[in-house]
């Protein structure tokens, strides 16, 4: 719509105050009506191609927030490549990044650099987290969190699985098992076993030097490898880059 508004196809109609100003309503009318039948003041929603979209949402309204947690990118594609996998087993179209390692790898640079970007552009309204920490140490992060927000904390905040949810887990994405526990640190590592050492050393040497993956502290050492296998995962690696 911005681009039929610089063109003049549509500027007798609105203006770019309009379209953000309208969009902003809508987003609000869709989101907050089940805040306010709940009594909730704050709503959160974690949808995670919203990162796409950070900096959009954050040009809309000075009221918005973001919370960007990042996740270990080994850990992401072997996630993926489950849903690809169980999306397969029920003949059912699959989303983006689900398909193969290639596409996997393709949908989280988009969010990295979505979301990176943002977060750095709008810094007093965005907070970065790291995954792994999160799990590791819900208590201090979880604090964190609310101290962002301007929000109290809750010693519930921890327990997830004495809440309720309203919605229904499709059993792809989410299981009514893992949405109702508390919080576990034993999916951590559980690409290590997923992904094949190929796999890993791709996905290892293709995030090695990420600046902002620096940042995080994630060890991208590629030292533990096999010879042949790094050897194997730079052949590929150039096929695909030519």
């Not at 196809?9 to 039948?37: G, S």
């Not at 809440?163 to 949405?179: A, Q, V």
Request: positive net charge; hydrophobic residues 35%; contains cysteine.
């Amino acid at each position: 719509m911005f681009n039929s508004i610089s063109t003049g196809r549509i500027k007798e109609f609105c203006n770019y105050e309009d379209i953000d100003k309208d969009f902003t309503t809508l987003i609000e009318n869709l989101l907050f009506r089940t805040a306010e039948r709940k009594g909730c003041k704050i709503l959160s929603e974690k949808t995670p191609s919203n990162a796409l979209y950070f900096d959009t949402l954050l040009k809309l309204s000075k009221n918005y927030k973001v919370v960007f947690v990042v996740r270990d990118p080994r850990a992401v594609v072997s996630s993926l490549l489950e849903v690809g996998k169980r999306l397969k087993e029920k003949n059912s179209k699959l989303p983006p990044g689900t398909k193969d390692i290639w596409d996997a790898i393709g949908l989280i640079n988009e969010y990295f650099h979505k979301g990176f970007s943002a977060c750095e552009e709008f810094s007093n309204r965005s907070l970065i987290l790291k995954y792994e920490e999160l799990v590791q140490e819900p208590k201090l992060k979880t604090q964190e969190i609310c101290d962002f927000l301007n929000i109290k904390w809750h010693d519930n905040m921890m327990m997830p699985k004495q809440t309720s949810y309203d919605g229904k887990p499709d059993d792809i994405w989410y299981d009514k098992k893992s949405l109702d526990r508390n919080i576990q640190t034993t999916e951590l590592g559980k690409w290590k076993n997923k992904l094949t050492p190929l796999e890993q050393a791709i996905i290892t040497i293709v995030y090695k030097g990420t600046p902002n993956l620096q940042k995080l502290k994630y060890d991208f050492n590629t030292e533990s490898f096999e010879i042949k296998t790094l050897q194997n995962a730079v052949s590929i690696l150039k096929q695909i880059m030519n």
